[in-house]
Structure formats: C-alpha cells, structure tokens
C-alpha cells in the first residue's frame, strides 16, 4: 500500500517538476538572445531562447540521431574555426534539410552518383541561415551528447576527454521557443493531483481511526 502511496506520489511530482521547469525558462527568457554564430561557438549560450545570425550549417556532417528511415530530425554542426570553444549542434526538422539529406544518404545505387551529385550541389550542403532556437533542456541533452560521441568521426575523438568534448557541447533545437502554456499546464496538473492525493489519504486515515 505503501507503494502504491509512493508511485502516486512521483506520478503527479513528474508534471509539476516539469511546470517548474518551463516556467523558470520562460521568466529567464522573456525575449530571445539574438548573436552571431561566431559569438555563440566563442562565448557559449547567453541564455536558452537564441536568435543565430550568420549560421553556417554543415549538411556533410548531420547526423540522424535516431537511426530510423524516414530522417525526421536531424543533428546539424555549425561550421566553426579550429579554435572555437564550442561546438554547435543544430537539432532541425526543416523539411527541405531533411530531404536533401535523406535523398544524399539513401538515393543513390553507386558512389560515383552520390559524389557528383554532391559536386552538383555543394552549396546546398553548406547553406547560411538565421535560426531561432532554444537550448536542449536537462532531460534530452545529456543522452544526446553521449549518442553524438558515439557516432563522431574517430580523428574528432583522438586524445581528448570525452567529458571535456561534452562539456564543450552546445545542443539547440530550432524553432523551439518557452511554453508558457505547457508549464502552466504542467504545474497545475501536478498540484491537482498532489492536492486530491493527500485529501484521499487524509480521509482513508480519519476512516481508519474512526473504526477503531
């Protein structure tokens, strides 16, 4: 019973973590930052809800997180310099990235077709755009970081900490912005149902005191 009690309990604290979540994001980010991409891979996140100007995204390098067919979102690195001190991924569900992405990976019965294919269209792989986005919340970055390690060519990984390259990492999702309503959603769903909880054990608890 007692278990049952705890489950319960956790069922209703999950939403109104998530409410608190969303709502500190949205009161942190009443308007988004707008940076440049050069900014962004230099100082890092000045806050979760971004505008990107001059982003350069390299199609050459995105990676389908997932791994199922059809692509529907991808992973896309930010074309940065040697030196920068992060490294920028996009996550975008753009329809016109993905096809052309999913066309250059399964559309093609030779190399010799991919390649010219390729040189046909290189600057569609390197395409310049402002993105608005927002950074990965808490619950997706992490695990997504470490899937990203895992498929980084090996010469990316050579020598280097794979807790240092993480900690490097910036993960934005694009067209992503705060949601007050979901927070809202969230928070009062977890109180209503913390609050109808305790009233039932409150009157399970006067009930059994009354039959004894």
Same mark, same amino acid.
């Given at each position: ?20 979540? $969303?709502?500190? %994001?949205?009161? $942190?980010?009443?308007?988004? *930052? @707008?940076? +440049? ?18 982003? @350069? ?8 997180? +997932? ?13 940065? /310099?040697?030196?920068?001190?992060? *490294? ?6 753009? /329809?016109?990235?993905?096809?052309? %992405? ?6 093609? $019965? ?16 390197? /395409?310049?755009? @402002? ?5 990965? $919340? ?11 390690? *895992? ?14 390259? =993480? ?8 067209? =992503?912005?705060?949601?007050? %309503? ?5 928070? %009062? ?19 059994? =005191?009354?039959?004894?």
């Amino acid at each position: 019973m007692k278990r049952f009690r705890f489950t319960l309990l956790a069922i209703f604290l999950l939403p109104l973590c998530l409410g608190i979540i $969303d709502l500190r %994001v949205v009161l $942190d980010n009443p308007e988004p *930052k @707008t940076l +440049s991409a050069a900014e962004l891979m230099l100082n890092g996140l000045p806050q979760e809800w971004v505008i990107i100007e001059g982003a @350069t995204l390299d199609l050459t390098q995105a990676i389908n997180l +997932s791994g199922e067919l059809p692509i529907e979102v991808l992973s896309v690195p930010l074309v940065g /310099p040697e030196d920068a001190n992060y *490294k920028v991924w996009i996550e975008t569900r753009n /329809p016109q990235l993905v096809k052309l %992405v999913s066309h250059y990976e399964t559309g093609f $019965d030779t190399i010799f077709a991919k390649e010219a294919f390729f040189e046909e269209n290189r600057t569609r792989f390197f /395409p310049q755009r @402002t993105i608005r986005a927002m950074a990965a $919340d808490w619950i997706s970055a992490n695990p997504n970081k470490q899937n990203l390690l *895992k498929l980084l060519p090996a010469e990316e990984l050579a020598n280097k900490d794979p807790e240092v390259l =993480k900690s490097t990492m910036i993960l934005v999702s694009e067209g =992503k912005e705060p949601s007050p %309503v979901r927070g809202s959603f969230y928070l %009062v769903s977890g109180l209503l149902g913390l609050v109808l909880v305790i009233r039932r054990w409150r009157k399970n608890a006067q009930q059994g =005191k009354s039959i004894e």
